[in-house]
């Protein structure tokens, strides 16, 4: 009967402990918990995942993304040995370490340790609860095993490691590591790692920046608790005792900040955008900025743009020397600002003329004063050469045979051009004229990267891409191959600024009308980069050319880039590698389709020896005449100056031998004439 009855009392009891099980169940599956999806920062990374940039999140805070796969394996055994041993065993509150707590505050009369549970505190981080409240502890309690029964330990883990506080508007160990130690938390020293265990536990009053003593002192703690628990050996805590703990707080990157603003205001859901950037580049170029306009001004400024020019992708865009709200209005992007290209567009006028036939490297063009109906452009310099090769027009940057050429295909073919190579030029009164040849028409630095791009892959664009998923087909043709290369070979051969290696960079400066627009282009082999300078408002830079403020910067440029260019292409099989005597007659010389009515009565004319005719040799050389024109007279061989500034209307020209040659005539005005004749 006795026995009977310690059944049932025992029964009733299970069955109650079972009830008050289940309602503890219950009231632990009823809890209600704070929103679990944390407001992260937005970072931008480059194309190796390095942080390029990040941004703080609604409040200011900075609250970086961190899975506990991405930290260091140590910071994460000091982390559990000195908050929580038992982690990975309870159920969200730890039943030893709370009675432990109790006794040692009964003992001490007063609260000496707290037995919180790294889950009790993410539970207090979460609902930004107190900590010395029964009715806070109590209910850190609750949600922490509330926490425990819907996530994973490792999810718990993950929201500490974005939660914990790191004093000011640091949150999270990432944002901590980055700000202090200035790198990535995923190789820390043992003085690193302690300091970062230390500062959660009193935020504000451990700040090493504010109290590096404090901040010392709780570290060491950590590092006597990390051997005790041979986490470390007493040797590595030694010698992290030895490690100063950092006095300020570090910069955020802020690499490529005009890019990383335009790819969050493009995807704005986006938490994480990776890019074609090479952040080290980035940086080494953002400081060339920075040096190309010190002591130039409070005004000018400077965009460099960097890309591979086979696969499009752009490696580095500095958009200003500098992200700031300052004269130079330095947030203005200045990659995409239109600007007129001054003489950066010549290179695609004389490719389209090659491929029309209209010329080649070794045609014969005449630089003097030409009027194209009311339209009368002028040299740069105000001065003529006469009778040029066509390489030579595009080196020494001509105005007059390039309007010429311009004429003869007809602004429409070159605006079709600009657009087949991806550009979206803008013209004053949306009608295009010759003057587009001469920067008559709003364009950006990347359009122009991206017109040379395509010139430097042999004629086809590549649309240039940023984002690193971006799918980019292959883009349309834009000149013949050997075009392409017939170009690239001329700038090739342009002699570079003073300083500079000689290094066959095949490159184009310009300068826009009114010194406004200062520009420096180049590729070889594999990469192509533009450089703008200027005032970000428009306004002319007063002696500011091309060739003098932005080629020195293309080349320091290509020099960060790398130490030594990619080789050039070899020419096309098709491509005519002959001197002008031997190219087919229309192609020996070049006349525009206003010719016949440009000859003055009084222009200069070769008088002997006649177009085509077969002239002996003197010992003496050549003896040549020039009737008209005004003297002095200057007389090339083969675009070659042989005799300059002579009063006289009859000379001797040395010649090198027999052959083929074309002499030309130049007179005070500027006005030419030329013939060919054979010379036994």
């Known amino acids: 009967m006795m026995r009977a009855r310690w059944i049932i009392v025992l029964a009733v009891g299970l069955w109650l402990a079972a009830l008050g099980r289940d309602r503890f169940d219950r009231w632990i599956d009823a809890t209600v918990l704070p929103p679990l999806a944390l407001e992260m920062s937005v970072e931008v990374l480059d194309r190796k995942g390095d942080l390029l940039r990040a941004y703080t999140v609604a409040d200011g805070r900075w609250r970086l993304a961190l899975p506990p796969d991405k930290v260091d394996p140590l910071y994460l055994k000091m982390l559990l040995a000195y908050e929580d041993k038992r ?58 095993l509330a926490l425990e029964r819907r996530l994973s330990k490792d999810q718990i883990l993950q929201l500490y490691l974005h939660l914990a506080p790191f004093g000011g ?43 590096a003593d404090r901040a010392e002192a709780a570290r060491n703690r950590v590092l006597a608790r ?9 040797d590595e805590a030694e010698a992290a005792l030895r490690e100063a703990v950092p006095g300020l707080r570090k910069p955020f990157p802020a690499l490529a900040p005009h890019l990383a603003d335009r790819a969050r205001e493009e995807q704005p859901q986006t938490l994480s955008h990776r890019l074609t950037i090479d952040g080290a580049l980035q940086k080494k170029l953002e400081a060339l900025a920075q040096e190309a306009v010190a002591e130039k001004g409070e005004q000018l400024q400077v965009a460099i743009l960097v890309a591979d020019h086979a696969s499009g ?58 009027s194209f109906g009311t339209y009368a452009p002028q040299n740069f310099d105000k001065l003529y050469l006469g009778t040029i090769r066509m390489r030579e027009a595009l080196q020494l940057s001509r105005n007059i045979p390039v309007v010429a050429l311009t004429e003869a295909l007809g602004p429409a073919k070159l605006v079709s051009a600009m657009e087949k190579a991806g550009m979206k030029p803008v013209f004053p009164g949306d009608r295009p004229g010759l ?226 040659v074309t002499l030309s005539v130049i007179d005070a005005k500027g006005r030419s004439d030329r013939v060919q004749v054979r010379v036994r």
């Open 313 to 370: 992708e752009i490696l580095a865009s500095v958009g200003s020397a500098g992200y700031r709200a300052d004269l130079r209005q330095g947030f203005v992007d200045m990659t995409r600002a239109l600007r007129s290209p001054g003489s950066t567009l010549k290179p695609l006028v004389y490719a389209l003329a090659f491929d029309e036939g209209l010329g080649h490297p070794e045609t014969m063009i005449d630089d003097r004063p030409m």
């Open 87 to 144: 982690f990975r065993d309870h159920a969200g509150v730890d039943p030893r370490s709370v009675l432990r707590a109790a006794v040692q505050a009964l003992w001490n009369r007063r609260v000496v340790s707290g037995g919180s549970t790294l889950t009790m505190q993410v539970a207090r981080l979460l609902e930004e609860g107190t900590t010395g409240q029964v009715g806070g502890k109590l209910r850190q309690m609750r949600v922490a």
């Open 169 to 211: 508007n640091l949150e999270g160990v990432r944002a901590a590591s980055i700000s202090y130690f200035g790198k990535e938390p995923l190789r820390l020293t043992p003085a690193e790692a302690a300091l970062l265990v230390a500062i959660p536990q009193a935020p504000e009053s451990r700040r090493p920046d504010r109290a």
């Open 435 to 660: 003057a587009i040849a001469l920067g008559g028409v709003g364009v950006t630095l990347t359009d122009m990267v991206q017109l040379y791009a395509a010139i430097a892959r042999g004629g086809v664009v590549r649309p240039l891409s940023w984002r690193q998923d971006a799918e980019v087909p292959e883009g349309q043709r834009v000149v013949s191959e050997v075009a392409a290369w017939e170009v690239g070979d001329i700038l090739a051969g342009l002699a570079p600024p003073p300083g500079a290696p000689s290094n066959r960079l095949a490159y184009k400066t310009g300068t826009s009308y009114g010194h406004r627009d200062a520009w420096a282009i180049g590729f070889d082999g594999r990469h192509v980069i533009g450089v703008w300078m200027g005032r970000a408002d428009g306004t002319p830079v007063p002696g500011a050319f091309g060739a003098d403020v932005a080629a020195p910067v293309l080349f320091q440029a290509f020099n960060r880039l790398k130490r030594k260019l990619d080789p050039q292409p070899p020419a096309p099989a098709a491509t005519l590698l002959v001197a002008n005597a031997a190219l087919p007659q229309p192609l020996q010389r070049f006349r525009s389709r206003s010719a016949a009515f440009e000859v003055a009565a009084d222009a200069p004319a070769v008088a002997f020896p006649p177009n085509g005719a077969e002239v002996e040799l003197l010992a003496s050389g050549l003896k040549v005449k020039v009737a008209g024109g005004t003297a002095p007279f200057t007389w090339l061989a083969d675009g070659v100056p042989v005799v300059v500034a002579s009063d006289a209307r009859e000379a001797m020209l040395a010649m090198p031998g027999a052959g083929f």
């Open 226 to 234: 990390a051997v005790a628990e041979g986490v470390i050996d007493a």
